[in-house]
């Protein structure tokens, strides 16, 4: 591109966010740039940021190194209200509170000195990909998003046009706590109606990636697509797998498979035609990270990646990744092509395998149940998993925690309409469920053993190549879930908690019974709309 072409472009740009926005921004625009430029822009600009040993752009995300769903917000407007499952999840925002943070962060970005801007697409599928724009006042933020979104050719960058969804990004500046609907100075808040998401007072770019997918989560389900938290890889002979989890259960250690291909990590669409990515990047927790446990990722993390938050060698600027001094969340995004064995594009057919995974530190889920169309339906509601003693103040036993359709804060409609579809996906293209748990075995937390990954991989093995689909199951009871007496590469007292458990049957029965009722309890809040079979599908205690 000559410049006096680069110079139209910058024009074109500018007159589009001041017709779109109202940025009247009189500089030069930094659009679409390469990941050197980036780079170059954030190590002169921008304060914490340095290159780590292996090329990567290492990054602070400021005081915020998580995502801050207590400060999320979507606007009560006529086109979606009857549509959101209004409650914790989907807290209301006035439009005029809306248009408050919305001028205070164009107010914000028309002060800088240095604007970027990005667009891309989420959405693989070409038939239901939406357009998306992000306007930010920060290098890391354009590069986060030009790894995490699917990058356009020059052909299509060409002819973009107007994006369908735009995010404000003024995360340094704060949002003003005395503004209705505000609980502090962060706020992050979503407008169907504008297609528009404003960022104020975070600094974390987890927060643009997972506001898109709640956007698709929106947008998706209106098209009778099905929008999913969860990751998603091909065999060699084309049958796919989506894995289901919430944080620390293995979906994206399990999903990384040397003999599969992957189709993503965390965000996927079932749509009429089959499975498709969301996203054009991966974006991993790096906590202990090691080239042996996970090659893929490891290596991944080279030029054109972003590390967030992680402890790092001053001189050598090797990254230690044991360092939790800033945060447990050590993050890093890059670009799906980085991981060898990624399927591009990002399409697969219809899944064959639904994998629901947890882990259990309570120690009495099995290992592997195969479970009917019922039961998947009522444990994809559920979404559980558990902490263990020690990784919070406070707690000294294993704690449940439900998170809805493995990813409760991205919903918007009610859980029951996604698990409905889902259910009827699996049924009408014949797809197994499974629940996989990667938890404790022999006992709960402190007493029993984490399940080892080998045997972990094993039943995933076991489960892909069909042979697991052909053994002996019997009864477990409580939960009623049918499990194996048999998985190669398993030890058969592993499979049967009841069996493998160290202490004795009474206080196996009581733990059993104590984390039914956790269960049961929680599902009351979703009977009003479930039907009389998935509500039987959970434990009987």
Same mark, same amino acid.
């Given at each position: 591109?000559?410049?006096?072409?680069?110079?139209?472009?910058?024009?074109?740009?500018?007159?589009?966010?001041?017709?779109?926005?109202?940025?009247?921004?009189?500089?030069?625009?930094?659009?679409?740039?390469?990941?050197?430029?980036?780079?170059?822009?954030?190590?002169?600009?921008?304060?914490?940021?340095?290159?780590?040993?292996?090329?990567?752009?290492?990054?602070?995300?400021?005081?915020?190194?998580?995502?801050?769903?207590?400060?999320?917000?979507?606007?009560?407007?006529?086109?979606?209200?009857?549509?959101?499952?209004?409650?914790?999840?989907?807290?209301?925002?006035?439009?005029?509170?809306?248009?408050?943070?919305?001028?205070?962060?164009?107010?914000?970005?028309?002060?800088?000195?240095?604007?970027?801007?990005?667009?891309?697409?989420?959405?693989?599928?070409?038939?239901?990909?939406?357009?998306?724009?992000?306007?930010c006042a920060r290098a890391y933020h354009a590069l986060f998003m030009r790894n995490m979104l699917i990058r356009p050719t020059d052909a299509e960058l060409e002819n973009f046009g107007s994006p369908d969804f735009t995010i404000y990004n003024a995360g340094q500046f704060p949002a003003n706590r005395y503004t209705?609907?505000?609980?502090?100075?962060?706020?992050? #808040?979503?407008?169907?109606?504008?297609?528009?998401?404003?960022?104020?007072?975070?600094?974390?770019?987890?927060?643009?990636?997972?506001?898109?997918?709640?956007?698709?989560?929106?947008?998706?389900?209106?098209?009778?697509?099905?929008?999913?938290?969860?990751?998603?890889?091909?065999?060699?002979?084309?049958?796919?797998?989506?894995?289901?989890?919430?944080?620390?259960?293995?979906?994206?250690?399990? #999903?990384?498979?040397?003999?599969?291909?992957?189709?993503?990590?965390?965000?996927h669409c079932w749509s009429n035609d089959g499975v498709f990515n969301i996203e054009g990047g991966c974006y991993a927790k790096t906590i202990d990270l090691s080239v042996e446990k996970e090659p893929e990722i490891f290596n991944a993390i080279k030029f054109g990646s972003v590390v967030e938050n992680v402890g790092f060698d001053r001189n050598t600027r090797v990254v230690d990744y044991s360092d939790t001094?800033?945060?447990?969340?050590?993050?890093?995004?890059?670009?799906?092509?980085?991981?060898?064995?990624?399927?591009?594009?990002?399409?697969?057919?219809?899944?064959?395998?639904?994998?629901?995974?947890?882990?259990?530190?309570?120690?009495?889920?099995?290992?592997?149940?195969?479970?009917?169309?019922?039961?998947?339906?009522?444990?994809?509601?559920?979404?559980?998993?558990?902490?263990?003693?020690?990784?919070?103040?406070?707690?000294?036993?294993?704690?449940?925690?439900?998170?809805?359709?493995?990813?409760?804060?991205?919903?918007?409609?009610?859980?029951?309409?996604?698990?409905?579809?889902?259910?009827?996906?699996?049924?009408?293209?014949?797809?197994?469920?499974?629940?996989?748990?990667?938890?404790?075995?022999?006992?709960?937390?402190?007493?029993?053993?984490?399940?080892?990954?080998?045997?972990?991989?094993?039943?995933?093995?076991?489960?892909? #190549?069909?042979?697991?689909?052909?053994?002996?199951?019997?009864?477990?009871?409580?939960?009623?879930?049918?499990?194996?007496?048999?998985?190669?590469?398993?030890?058969?007292?592993?499979?049967?908690?009841?069996?493998?458990?160290?202490?004795?049957?009474?206080?196996?029965?009581?733990?059993?019974?104590?984390?039914?009722?956790?269960?049961?309890?929680?599902?009351?809040?979703?009977?009003?709309?479930?039907?009389?079979?998935?509500?039987?599908?959970?434990?009987?205690?």
């Amino acid at each position: 591109m000559h410049q006096d072409d680069e110079i139209q472009y910058m024009d074109e740009i500018h007159d589009q966010l001041h017709k779109e926005a109202g940025v009247d921004y009189t500089k030069p625009i930094i659009r679409n740039a390469s990941v050197p430029v980036l780079y170059e822009e954030a190590l002169k600009y921008e304060k914490g940021t340095a290159l780590t040993s292996t090329g990567a752009l290492m990054t602070s995300s400021g005081e915020l190194t998580g995502r801050s769903p207590k400060d999320k917000r979507v606007v009560d407007e006529e086109t979606s209200t009857k549509d959101i499952w209004w409650g914790p999840v989907n807290i209301k925002l006035t439009e005029q509170a809306f248009m408050i943070n919305r001028e205070r962060a164009v107010d914000y970005l028309n002060t800088r000195t240095r604007l970027y801007v990005f667009d891309g697409y989420a959405g693989w599928d070409p038939k239901y990909r939406i357009k998306v724009r992000v306007v930010c006042a920060r290098a890391y933020h354009a590069l986060f998003m030009r790894n995490m979104l699917i990058r356009p050719t020059d052909a299509e960058l060409e002819n973009f046009g107007s994006p369908d969804f735009t995010i404000y990004n003024a995360g340094q500046f704060p949002a003003n706590r005395y503004t209705t609907g505000m609980t502090s100075q962060t706020s992050v #808040s979503l407008n169907f109606k504008k297609r528009e998401m404003v960022i104020l007072g975070t600094e974390y770019a987890g927060e643009m990636k997972k506001g898109i997918f709640t956007v698709m989560h929106y947008l998706m389900p209106k098209q009778g697509v099905l929008s999913l938290h969860s990751s998603a890889n091909e065999g060699p002979n084309g049958d796919v797998s989506l894995f289901f989890g919430l944080s620390g259960t293995g979906k994206t250690t399990l #999903s990384a498979d040397p003999n599969r291909f992957l189709i993503g990590d965390d965000e996927h669409c079932w749509s009429n035609d089959g499975v498709f990515n969301i996203e054009g990047g991966c974006y991993a927790k790096t906590i202990d990270l090691s080239v042996e446990k996970e090659p893929e990722i490891f290596n991944a993390i080279k030029f054109g990646s972003v590390v967030e938050n992680v402890g790092f060698d001053r001189n050598t600027r090797v990254v230690d990744y044991s360092d939790t001094s800033l945060t447990e969340n050590t993050r890093c995004a890059y670009p799906i092509e980085y991981i060898p064995n990624a399927k591009l594009p990002c399409l697969g057919g219809h899944p064959k395998n639904i994998i629901l995974l947890t882990c259990d530190a309570f120690g009495v889920l099995p290992p592997v149940s195969k479970l009917s169309p019922s039961q998947a339906m009522y444990h994809f509601i559920s979404g559980y998993t558990a902490k263990v003693a020690g990784t919070e103040a406070g707690v000294t036993e294993p704690q449940a925690t439900f998170s809805t359709c493995f990813g409760a804060p991205f919903l918007v409609w009610h859980p029951v309409k996604y698990a409905t579809m889902l259910a009827e996906k699996m049924s009408h293209h014949k797809a197994d469920a499974w629940l996989i748990n990667t938890g404790w075995n022999g006992g709960a937390y402190g007493v029993g053993k984490r399940i080892s990954l080998k045997y972990s991989r094993a039943i995933i093995d076991a489960i892909h #190549s069909g042979e697991l689909a052909k053994v002996e199951y019997v009864n477990y009871p409580t939960f009623n879930l049918q499990i194996p007496t048999s998985c190669p590469g398993v030890p058969e007292e592993v499979l049967n908690p009841a069996k493998s458990w160290l202490g004795d049957k009474e206080s196996f029965d009581k733990t059993i019974a104590k984390l039914g009722n956790l269960f049961v309890d929680h599902f009351n809040t979703y009977k009003d709309k479930a039907s009389p079979d998935v509500i039987n599908a959970g434990p009987v205690v």
